[in-house]
Structures are given as C-alpha cells and as structure tokens.
C-alpha cells in the first residue's frame, strides 16, 4: 500500500503522461548483433586519429543504451537503495528537475512552492513551463536558513494547486542542511498532495546521514536529486541522477527523450562509480573539507579590513562570506556596493572570480566562494586582501 496515504502518483501526474505510450527506440530491442536497425552510420565515426583523443571501443558510431541500467544498479548501490528501479538519469540535475515539472505540473493552472534564498533554475523551469511559483522564505535569523515549516503548511493548505515543493539541502547560497524532520514533516502532511523534491546536489560534502534517500521506501512522495558534477568533479559530463520509488521512475523514464545519456558520460560514469572512483571521491571531499575549515579560519584574518563572519552551515564545498561597510566589523553592517565593487575588482583586475549573492534574502553582500586548491585559497586570500585595502 501507498504510503503516505493521502497521496496518489495518479493524481499528481498529468493525464496526458499518464497515457503517454513512451517512443520505443531500436536499442530498446537489440543491442549486439549485426545492427542494421537503426540507420547508423556503418562505417563508423569521423574524428581522425591525430586528435589523440581516447575513443577506441567506445562505439561512437553507435547510438547509446537507452537506459544504462549498469550505472543505475551501482548508484542504487552507493545510495543504498535495492536496484536500479529506484534511478533515473539526466543530463545534469536540471534535466531531472525540468521533466518534474512537464510530467505533473499543467500549464497556466498549477504551482510550485520554493523556499529562498535557493537554487535559481527552479524559478526557470517555472517560466519555461508557464508554471506560477509560490515563495516561502527560508527563516535566515543569525545565518539558520531553515525551513518556515508553520508558513510552508499555511501556503499548501490555502493553494491547492501546488504539485511540488523544492528544498535545497545543503541549500545554494546557503551551504545548509535542513533537518531530515523537517522534510518528514512536510511528507507527511495530508494537506499536501503533491512531491517533495529534495535536491541534494552538495550532499557528499554534508554526510550520507543527512541524505533524505534514506526516506525514498517508505515516502511515495518524495524525490531526491543528485549530480556526479560537485563531489565527484564530474561537471562537464553533465549526468543528474532521481531517486524515487519505481512508479515515479517509471514515468520519468517514459518522458524522457530516447538516448539522453551518451557514450562518453557513461563511460565516464562506469569508471567514477567504481570502487576506486568512489574511493577517490571520498578522499577530494574529505581534502575539499579540511581546506574549507582552512579557509574560514583565513578568511576571519580580514575581519579588520570589512570581512564578515561566513554564515550558514558550511555543509557544501563554498563558502558564503558577507561584505562590511568600510571600516566596521558588526555582521550587521553588511555593505551590497562594496561587496559588488571587490567583487569585480577580483574577477576583473585580479584574475579571480567569485560569485556575488548580496541580492538574495539573508545574503546581503555576500560573495559565495568556491573551495579551490590550496595555491587557488592562497591567491584568494592574498587578492581579495588587495581588493578589501583599496575598496
């Protein structure tokens, strides 16, 4: 039995997908053999040797495994779910996150609920989709970026045409984890008939405890994001990853288009999912984190110069720094002119950049701060010392 159980798949997914008879690929059928099948080009591809590129048994002539259930199997694995039936994959998680929206949310009629300051593609994907979005501020007192629970029940009971909330957990800008509690708590309200969406792209920086994956079997209402382009520094191969119970996979799979993941991506996928990719993975977020208290510790040095105490939780691989008015070193005197001025004077006279976030609730005049390399940390702090002197 569906639990919980106020909640129905059906109801929440579109009728036109519901109905969808998904288009059934020629590698849907065979995949060895003379392969004739799928008007390929037979004699194989066109990059000359002298690339030097490493594309031998690669079959790139060939179209790719439709749904690389390998890869699935050994991500089910590492999450700890039991097969590959509870994974989808996408090109990068902002795949994932746009077919949640073509699969549940009917144009013009339905909405979505975000929690800000948040990651930016949802509010995109909402334009795209001519989705309207609902906003429910994070609570940012003292940097706490937690959910406004009380507020988020408030909102679900009065509209009733919200089919997903979006949480961020570690949360873009705010580096934070949000309780597992609170996202049950959420999952478990009747008012609320639709998905939980827990994007957990930075998750490896934060620890497989506060993973929500591990609410996938019992919550039917519930799917997890993730990506191989943050801890497994895999950004340029563009492969997101769903979890959710088989039914939801099901449709997503059913949606998406034929070939959505190359050759190359798996490829790459297969060696980074692999005992020692994963070993490796472990020991960069292990490194990413040791730098990162490093960085903190630095970054507090510059307090004098108009540097403020980072906020946030610190559970991803960035920092969130604010920006003092000059000559003041009270977290409350944050100063978005000056955070703008250094923050182009960086990345413009100094040859390194930053992401500015003062425009965003509970970020005023931040810059968010990527983890580098120890060189790259040291040239940050050496420049953005430069920068904080003269501005």
Same mark, same amino acid.
């Given at each position: 039995?569906?639990?919980?159980?106020?909640?129905?798949?059906?109801?929440?997914?579109?009728?036109?997908?519901?109905?969808?008879?998904?288009? !059934?690929? @020629?590698?849907?059928?065979?995949? &060895?053999?003379?392969?004739?099948?799928?008007?390929?080009?037979?004699?194989?591809?066109?990059?000359?040797?002298?690339?030097?590129?490493?594309?031998?048994?690669?079959?790139?002539?060939?179209?790719?495994?439709?749904?690389?259930?390998?890869?699935?199997?050994?991500?089910?694995?590492?999450?700890?779910?039991?097969?590959?039936?509870?994974? $989808?994959?996408? =090109?990068?998680?902002?795949?994932?996150?746009?077919?949640? $929206?073509?699969?549940?949310?009917?144009?013009?009629?339905?909405?979505?609920?975000?929690?800000?300051?948040?990651?930016?593609?949802?509010? =995109?994907?909402?334009?795209?989709?001519?989705?309207?979005?609902?906003?429910?501020?994070?609570?940012?007192?003292?940097?706490?970026?937690?959910?406004?629970?009380?507020?988020?029940?408030?909102?679900?009971?009065?509209? !009733?045409?919200?089919?997903?909330? $979006?949480?961020? &957990?570690?949360?873009?800008?705010?580096?934070?984890?949000?309780?597992?509690?609170?996202?049950?708590?959420?999952?478990?309200?009747?008012?609320?008939?639709?998905?939980?969406?827990?994007?957990?792209?930075?998750?490896?920086?934060? %620890?497989?405890?506060?993973?929500?994956? &591990?609410?996938?079997?019992?919550?039917?209402?519930?799917?997890? +994001?993730?990506?191989?382009?943050?801890?497994?520094?895999?950004?340029?191969?563009?492969?997101?990853?769903?979890?959710?119970?088989?039914?939801?996979?099901?449709?997503?799979?059913?949606?998406? @288009?034929?070939?959505?993941?190359?050759?190359? +991506?798996?490829?790459? @996928?297969?060696?980074?999912?692999?005992? %020692?990719?994963?070993?490796?993975?472990?020991?960069?977020?292990?490194?990413?984190?040791?730098?990162?208290?490093?960085?903190?510790?630095?970054?507090?040095?510059? !307090?004098?110069?108009?540097?403020?105490?980072? !906020?946030?939780?610190?559970?991803?691989?960035?920092?969130?720094?604010?920006?003092?008015?000059?000559?003041?070193?009270?977290?409350?005197?944050?100063?978005? +002119?000056? @955070?703008?001025?250094?923050?182009?004077?960086?990345?413009?006279?100094?040859?390194?950049?930053?992401?500015?976030?003062?425009?965003?609730?509970?970020?005023?005049?931040?810059?968010?701060? +990527?983890?580098?390399?120890?060189?790259?940390?040291? =040239?940050?702090?050496?420049?953005?010392?430069?920068?904080?002197?003269?501005?």
């Amino acid at each position: 039995m569906t639990y919980p159980s106020h909640f129905s798949l059906e109801q929440i997914v579109r009728p036109n997908i519901l109905a969808l008879q998904p288009y !059934r690929c @020629a590698r849907d059928d065979y995949q &060895s053999g003379i392969l004739l099948d799928a008007n390929e080009n037979s004699l194989g591809h066109c990059i000359p040797d002298s690339s030097g590129l490493p594309l031998n048994g690669l079959g790139l002539n060939r179209y790719p495994d439709p749904s690389h259930d390998q890869i699935k199997g050994m991500f089910a694995t590492l999450r700890g779910l039991p097969d590959a039936s509870f994974v $989808f994959l996408g =090109v990068g998680s902002d795949e994932v996150i746009d077919l949640l $929206f073509r699969i549940s949310c009917i144009p013009a009629k339905d909405k979505v609920l975000v929690t800000p300051p948040t990651y930016g593609m949802y509010a =995109v994907c909402a334009q795209v989709n001519d989705v309207a979005v609902l906003k429910v501020p994070l609570d940012v007192e003292g940097g706490s970026f937690q959910l406004r629970l009380d507020e988020i029940k408030r909102v679900i009971s009065q509209e !009733r045409d919200i089919k997903l909330v $979006f949480i961020c &957990s570690p949360g873009n800008p705010t580096g934070t984890t949000i309780p597992l509690k609170d996202i049950q708590a959420l999952l478990e309200y009747p008012d609320f008939k639709g998905l939980v969406v827990v994007d957990e792209a930075y998750i490896d920086f934060a %620890g497989e405890e506060c993973s929500a994956v &591990s609410l996938i079997e019992r919550y039917a209402n519930i799917c997890v +994001t993730q990506t191989l382009s943050k801890s497994f520094g895999l950004a340029a191969i563009r492969l997101g990853v769903a979890m959710a119970q088989p039914s939801l996979i099901r449709i997503l799979s059913n949606t998406k @288009a034929p070939y959505n993941i190359s050759s190359l +991506t798996a490829q790459a @996928a297969l060696s980074a999912l692999s005992s %020692g990719g994963i070993n490796v993975m472990k020991s960069n977020v292990a490194s990413i984190k040791r730098m990162q208290t490093s960085l903190i510790d630095s970054l507090k040095a510059l !307090r004098p110069l108009g540097l403020g105490e980072t !906020r946030g939780g610190n559970h991803a691989n960035f920092v969130l720094v604010p920006v003092l008015r000059r000559g003041f070193t009270s977290d409350n005197e944050y100063d978005n +002119t000056r @955070a703008i001025r250094i923050y182009k004077k960086l990345a413009e006279d100094m040859g390194v950049v930053v992401r500015y976030r003062g425009g965003e609730l509970g970020c005023e005049g931040c810059l968010r701060i +990527t983890v580098g390399t120890e060189e790259e940390n040291r =040239v940050l702090l050496n420049r953005l010392e430069q920068a904080l002197s003269q501005e």
